[in-house]
């Protein structure tokens, strides 16, 4: 258990629709970042927040969107939701950039 | 960001020792190089970090010349259990706010009894 927690487990959705996934990092960790991996495109990195403030951007699609809460969990909102964006959706917290960092179970989206 | 270049894939036998190279011609002064390990359907989970000469821990040890144009990760005496894809990962923002970790391809470490 890596002490990160996503959630749901699994979703699945029409193309069009709007999902939220969630992530509690770890206690006391202040960076988040959002991945995506499907089958044919690996491990792609979307963004990175750090205490609330986005910090860096990766290939995050303009449908794509993310925040991180006073709270520190953050949440990855994806709209307009399309069959190309089915994909394991990772979660990761760190202490801070660049440290180790832990990785939650992920999100399985699939859009139909 | 260091572009990292690694084998596709590598086979093994259990109880063999198996160093996987990472070549990172452009790495910067204050970049760390980081290896982590993924099952299927798993998030990646890190094993080792370093930034010059040697790094061991009970998992593995990383190996950096002095050039650090490239790192060799060592895992002592595999297991079925550590089939797996390995990823290195080269590494700005080090202890800082901002980081961007980006993976590879990474190798596909097959292991046979």
């Known amino acids: 258990d890596s002490g990160v927690t996503q959630t749901p487990k699994h979703l699945i959705t029409a193309t069009g629709q709007r999902v939220t996934l969630r992530c509690s990092p770890r206690?006391?960790?202040?960076?988040v970042y959002w991945y995506q991996q499907s089958l044919d495109q690996g491990l792609q990195f979307l963004i990175q927040?750090?205490?609330?403030?986005?910090?860096a951007k990766g290939n995050i699609l303009e449908r794509f969107s993310a925040q991180q809460f006073p709270d520190l969990h953050s949440e990855l909102n994806l709209s307009s939701l399309e069959l190309g964006d089915s994909a394991l959706y990772f979660c990761?917290?760190?202490?801070?950039?660049?440290?180790?960092?832990?990785f939650g179970q992920g999100t399985r989206l699939t859009v139909v | 960001l260091a572009k990292t270049t690694q084998p596709i894939s590598m086979d093994s036998y259990e109880g063999q020792e198996v160093n996987i190279t990472c070549s990172h011609n452009?790495?910067?002064?204050?970049?760390?190089i980081t290896w982590y390990q993924q099952f299927p359907s798993q998030g990646p989970r890190f094993i080792i970090q370093g930034y010059k000469t040697k790094v061991t821990n009970e998992v593995a040890s990383l190996f950096i010349p002095a050039d650090r144009k490239s790192s060799t990760l060592s895992l002592p005496r595999v297991s079925l259990s550590d089939t797996a894809v390995y990823y290195c990962?080269?590494?700005?923002?080090?202890?800082?706010?901002?980081?961007?970790?980006?993976f590879g391809s990474g190798t596909r470490l097959s292991i046979r009894p």
């Open positions: 990761a917290s760190s202490v801070v950039g660049g440290a180790e960092a832990f």
């Open positions: 990962l080269v590494g700005d923002g080090h202890y800082s706010s901002a980081s961007k970790i980006i």
């Open positions: 206690s006391g960790d202040l960076s």
């Open positions: 452009n790495i910067a002064t204050n970049d760390y």
């Open positions: 927040y750090y205490n609330g403030e986005e910090r």
